[in-house]
């Protein structure tokens, strides 16, 4: 069933096409929201975890609380930076040596 609702929905975007008819985009309000709410929050959520390690790291070199956290250097750096995307897994992994958990890095206004 949803392979004729798909083929029909082609067909009609085709035709639509084929006939100069543009779809309005007050039509779909919603087309392309979402992936900009997620790239804001993604962008959101590295700021909070590099301020965080940051925080964390204290007087510590980077190199030092590299090796405590089992990260490069450069891959903290980008992390205190906020350039650096982080795997659940390796999100994971920090949490676990730094013996915190999720709400500790991203629910706290003030990091």
Request: proline share 3%; aromatic share 6%; with cysteine.
């Amino acid at each position: 069933m949803a392979g004729l609702a798909s083929e029909f929905l082609t067909r009609q975007i085709n035709a639509n096409l084929r006939d100069g008819v543009k779809a309005d985009f007050e039509d779909f309000p919603y087309v392309g929201t979402l992936a900009a709410h997620t790239s804001v929050m993604a962008a959101s959520m590295q700021k909070q975890l590099g301020q965080y390690l940051r925080k964390r790291r204290g007087e510590l070199t980077l190199p030092a609380f590299a090796r405590k956290i089992g990260v490069s250097s450069s891959s903290l750096h980008r992390m205190e930076m906020g350039e650096q995307n982080v795997t659940l897994t390796t999100l994971e992994r920090l949490l676990k040596r730094l013996k915190c958990n999720a709400a500790d890095v991203f629910n706290n206004p003030n990091t």
